[in-house]
Nanobody
Framework: QVQLAESGGDSVYAGGSLKLSCVVS????????LGWFRQVPGAERELGAI?????????AYADSVKGRFTISKDNSRNTLFLQMNDLTPADSAMYYC?????????????????WGQGTQVTVSS
């Protein structure tokens, strides 16, 4: 059974930092492309990953988080991370990790077939 479990969400003030984690089980972690997505309450989940990392370590970021967020993974711990710095209220959302066996890099939500339950990030001004 595939499971993705996010943690690390919290309430912080603008300018603060958080590090999200996603522990993955039930799939060959090192062989999968992994991504972070977010959804603002009352809105649709963003179609594109805010950050993604392929099986071979190719990394890409959405323009909205580039330079502030860093995605990484630890294959020995089957864990995906998202370091978020210089947070703003616009970053407030539910954050989801996702996985896909797609070879290469996957950017769009429909390309991912396994999802976590999400962790809430709230940034106050």
């Amino acid at each position: 059974q595939v499971q993705l479990a996010e943690s690390g969400g919290d309430s912080v003030y603008a300018g603060g930092s958080l590090k999200l984690s996603c522990v993955v089980s039930g799939l060959p972690f090192a062989d999968y492309c992994l991504g972070w997505f977010r959804q603002v309450p009352g809105a649709e989940r963003e179609l594109g990953a805010i950050a993604g990392i392929s099986d071979i370590g190719t990394i890409a970021y959405a323009d909205s988080v580039k330079g502030r967020f860093t995605i990484s993974k630890d294959n020995s711990r089957n864990t995906l991370f998202l370091q978020m710095n210089d947070l703003t209220p616009a970053d407030s959302a539910m954050y989801y990790c996702a996985a896909t066996p797609k070879v290469g890099f996957a950017r769009l939500a429909w390309e991912y077939n396994s999802w976590g339950q999400g962790t809430q990030v709230t940034v106050s001004s």
